[in-house]
């Protein structure tokens, strides 16, 4: 067994760090990995991605602890690992370069570049082996050995014409015009286009929390009123909040749902995404008065400081999707836990309110979610509504402390300056919102944090920072 460590050991990233002991002879970006390619004239392996990522996981199980594979990358190829969280920008060049050339995108990214750092083939997932009609990574790695040393000149033109249309990408050309109202109007035309008036979300199947979007349509509803308007809003805070992407025990989302119903969610958490979460629904909260928005935001910004936050104050970036290997297993639940737990009568109704069944709504599990509201299921079954809703407090509290005791998904905790930013912004905003002062002192703790740690001496503001535990 290959407990050698690469490159990778001195890094202070967690994405990095969990590729440390590969046999592959990973490096991170920086001079000594770009010389040595240069030097050697060996083409570059890049593999982007980000600790939370659960094809990261599966493609590093699979191909980048592999011997054999990981041979062939180090007989070939300089191999260098970047966490997307710490480099955006290189992680948006190649992602732009990835979907010129595969017409898709996503993580794991995989990129082959010339010594100057010119991409000529890239892609997202490989298997090691060719499975359901995708190829192999060790066919992939084979074609390109192949053609680095028998068409070089042929992948050398490749990546100047990729790199020309790359550069084309980048530059925004403008009008020339001011911004005007026009484009509000576009935007909302468009958005009612591509809404699904039943189940809320924009377009199909997986589905991500739009929170800007439906800024922007509470913001235009509030230049001109409409029903319609606000009625779609509607739909897309209470489908989100009553579905499986919402934690219903502990608050906050996951980063999407798999499925069009908001059921299934891809289960990791994103600092980024439940901050403009919560902000969407303060709006929400704001322009209708329903509390239901204001304990969504509530909850959601617990989960931040209850979970997510650093002792110093920082806000930690993600948790992840996998806990034991297994994706998602540390949110479902069979009906036999939760009726050993709550006892037959209270297990019941909370089976019935939180579609909880013996075969499960998850690969014979269940993901808790609302398919009607509390008051609903008070009226279908003629139970008295405040009782119901005081014992499902209680139940799901003690779910809660079950769930706690169980491994948790990995945690990546390093501290990003921008993702900060958003959620010191949604917690300031909710210290005013809900009239609750836990959060301004959050927010004043988690900005002192960053401008004590995250400052250069010139003032500017640095990335990342993350403690060497």
Not at 12 to 21: D, E, G, K, T
Not at 234 to 260: E, K, P
Not at 278 to 294: I, N
Request: glycine residues 8%; negative net charge; charged residues 25%.
């Amino acid at each position: 067994m290959h407990c050698m460590s690469n490159q990778l050991a001195h890094e202070s990233s967690p994405y990095l760090l969990q590729h440390a002991s590969n046999p592959v002879n990973w490096y991170p970006w920086g001079p000594e990995a770009l010389e040595l390619s240069r030097s050697q004239d060996k083409p570059i392996f890049l593999s982007i991605g980000y600790s939370a990522c659960h094809w990261c996981h599966v493609m590093e199980h699979e191909s980048f602890e592999d011997e054999q594979i990981a041979g062939t990358l180090n007989d070939h190829f300089v191999s260098i690992k970047v966490d997307r969280e710490e480099r955006p920008d290189l992680d948006q060049i190649y992602m732009n370069a990835v979907q010129m050339m595969s017409g898709r995108g996503g993580w794991p990214m995989s990129v082959f570049l010339t010594p100057q750092l010119k991409p000529f083939f890239g892609g997202t997932y490989w298997p090691p082996q060719s499975r359901q009609g995708m190829p192999g990574f060790d066919q992939v790695l084979a074609s390109i050995i192949d053609a680095w040393n028998t068409r070089r000149e042929q992948a050398d033109q490749q990546a100047d014409e990729l790199v020309d249309r790359l550069g084309q990408v980048g530059t925004i050309a403008g009008s020339g015009q001011d911004a005007s109202l026009e484009l509000l109007w576009a935007a909302e035309s468009e958005l009612q286009r591509s809404a699904d008036r039943v189940r809320g979300g924009f377009g199909s199947a997986p589905k991500f929390p739009h929170s800007v979007a439906l800024q922007l349509l509470m913001r235009i509803h509030h230049r001109r009123p409409s029903s319609d308007l606000l009625d779609l809003v509607r739909l897309n805070l209470d489908q989100m909040a009553h579905g499986g992407i919402y934690d219903h025990l502990a608050g906050g989302f996951a980063r999407y749902s798999v499925d069009a119903d908001w059921l299934v969610p891809h289960f990791e958490k994103m600092l980024y995404d439940n901050a403009q979460l919560v902000d969407a629904y303060l709006d929400g909260y704001l322009l209708t008065g329903d509390l239901e928005y204001a304990r969504i935001a509530t909850e959601t910004l617990d989960y931040q400081l209850n979970y997510m936050t650093d002792e110093e104050g920082g806000f930690h970036s993600t948790e992840d999707a996998d806990s034991e290997g297994v994706e998602g297993k540390f949110y479902v639940w069979t009906s036999a836990e939760i009726t050993q737990l709550l006892g037959e009568e209270a297990g019941e109704r909370f089976c019935f309110v939180y579609d909880v069944s013996e075969s499960g709504n998850f690969e014979g599990s269940n993901i808790l979610n609302l398919p009607r509201t509390i008051e609903q299921s008070a009226q279908d079954r003629g139970w008295d509504e405040d009782e119901l809703k005081a014992e499902l407090t209680q139940s799901r509290a003690a779910l809660l402390e079950v769930r706690d005791r169980r491994v948790r998904p990995a945690k990546d905790d390093k501290v990003l300056t921008s993702w900060n930013g958003l959620m010191i912004h949604s917690m300031a905003r909710a210290a005013g919102i809900l009239d609750d002062e836990k959060y301004l002192l959050a927010a004043q703790k988690a900005a002192r944090f960053v401008l004590d740690n995250m400052q250069r001496p010139d003032q500017r503001l640095l990335h990342c920072w993350r403690f060497s535990r």
